[in-house]
């Protein structure tokens, strides 16, 4: 039974969703004697043996820096989101890869997740891993470094697609965990999900499986679910027109979605579907890189589950963006100001040029990393493109699904849906850049054409 008390967190409506706050402030104090305590630092050391700050706040949690004679090391306090799995689940994922693979990730000493922790929050206490973000360093490195993290990033994505526990991954959708029976034997199971998607709010209490699921087509059932209900919910409290339209859209394509769902998932699957374990946020900021751009850590494992395999067969999170096959010349981009960034903590520098230079040479790049990476996997991998071939209208129903969740690009995803049900594939990327032309459109815009051609031939 799922616990659903999340002492300590409440939601905000920031116009784009909820957002998680803290009711109350992590206890610093406990938080050092706690680290005491799983450190072997006795109560009457001096201070100086044991230095805990604040470092940073993450999504759901506050990291702490802790500093020792024994060295660096890293204590996560997480907001309840999804209290006991999220935790225990990190946790477990980390230590599998740390066993199975030779992926850079930290070490958990110590994790309680209890809502009796002394802290008053679910936390990790884990090595501190060595590196700078690669999201800092990027506009620095050469592309032969570039291209050398991805194909090691593509070495880790072949070891996870055969890690588990049944030969090459597991059996079914969730959230890795032990399972109370199998635990004095170290097995690890999927369990129920942890997901943004599915705890975020007030979703996190409608009545919806959470999984563990045995197929892929019960798992998106779940999410068109939770949408269904979201918007169900948002028509009845509607105010005005604005409102109404935008859940009356929303629940549109919800349901189109869900009419097409057996279509191209089987609704039963016996055994549980083969699944892998799939990091899905494997940006820039989440790889770690030294001053060579080598890759030093892995890290953003908080809410990693087991997918489908097809899943997996897309590309990681920071080779997505759109196609650019030449590369941009920055003497045709406008020169602004030389300085680094706006000299917030995030900014980069941007060398005296223009921010869209950037974005397009970042575009040119991931083209051709993406090609580098399809080659690593094929060497990795033989059936590779197989893979991804038969994996793509999968992929992008996943991917239809997510944007009807966070609201975006309605009106092109029901265009989309409505070619797959006539048999026509496009790929959704296209059809979410461009959209689809109606037929009534396409004569208009025939006629149109037929016209000026005569009035110029006409005028000639």
């Not at 958990?108 to 809502?115: G, K, P």
């Not at 094929?378 to 992929?395: F, I, N, T, Y």
Request: glycine letters at 6%; hydrophobic letters at 35%; a neutral charge.
């Amino acid at each position: 039974m799922r616990n659903t008390t999340r002492d300590g967190l409440a939601w905000e409506d920031n116009g784009l969703g909820p957002e998680p706050r803290w009711t109350r402030e992590p206890n610093i104090r406990a938080v050092k004697r706690v680290c005491r305590r799983h450190m072997g630092i006795a109560d009457d050391a001096p201070d100086d043996a044991l230095d805990v700050a604040f470092l940073a706040d993450g999504a759901f949690n506050k990291l702490y820096r802790i500093r020792s004679t024994q060295g660096q090391l890293v204590m996560r306090v997480s907001l309840p989101v999804d209290p006991r799995h999220k935790t225990r689940g990190e946790a477990a994922t980390l230590q599998l890869v740390r066993r199975k693979t030779d992926i850079p990730v930290p070490q958990i000493l110590a994790f309680d997740d209890s809502r009796s922790s002394e802290i008053g929050y679910e936390w990790l206490l884990m090595e501190r891993m060595a590196g700078t973000p690669a999201h800092y360093r990027w506009r620095k490195m050469t592309m032969a470094q570039k291209e050398n993290l991805t194909v090691r990033l593509a070495d880790f994505q072949a070891q996870l697609l055969r890690c588990g526990n049944c030969g090459d991954g597991f059996r079914g959708i969730g959230t890795l965990g032990t399972v109370l029976e199998r635990e004095s034997r170290g097995i690890l199971e999927p369990g129920p999900i942890v997901s943004s998607f599915f705890f975020s709010g007030d979703r996190y209490h409608y009545p919806i499986s959470r999984g563990p699921f045995r197929s892929s087509h019960d798992w998106l059932q779940a999410q068109l679910n939770v949408i269904i209900k979201e918007h169900t919910t948002a028509l009845a409290a509607a105010k005005n027109d604005d409102d109404r339209e935008y859940a009356e859209s929303a629940l549109r394509v919800a349901r189109k979605l869900q009419r097409i769902l057996h279509k191209i998932f089987p609704a039963i699957v016996h055994p549980p579907e083969r699944t892998v374990v799939w990091h899905d946020d494997l940006s820039l900021r989440n790889i770690l890189v030294d001053n060579n751009g080598s890759v030093t850590a892995v890290i953003g494992w908080e809410c990693v589950s087991t997918m489908p395999r097809w899943v997996a067969s897309q590309v990681p999170e920071f080779l997505r963006g759109a196609a650019r096959e030449i590369k941009p010349d920055r003497n045709c981009y406008t020169d602004v100001d030389n300085g680094s960034g706006d000299g917030s903590e995030d900014s980069l520098d941007n060398e005296g040029k223009t921010e869209l230079y950037w974005i397009h040479l970042m575009e040119y790049e991931q083209t051709q990393l993406r090609k580098v990476y399809a080659a690593r996997m094929r060497q990795l991998r033989p059936e590779w493109d197989v893979e991804v071939e038969e994996g793509a209208l999968k992929v992008d129903f996943l991917g239809a699904v997510s944007r009807c969740g966070s609201g975006f690009y309605l009106r092109r995803i029901e265009q989309w849906v409505d070619a797959v049900e006539r048999k026509e594939y496009l790929p959704l990327m296209e059809v979410l850049r461009v959209g689809i032309k109606t037929e009534k459109a396409r004569r208009t815009a025939k006629t149109a054409a037929s016209g000026t051609l005569t009035l110029v031939s006409r005028l000639s």
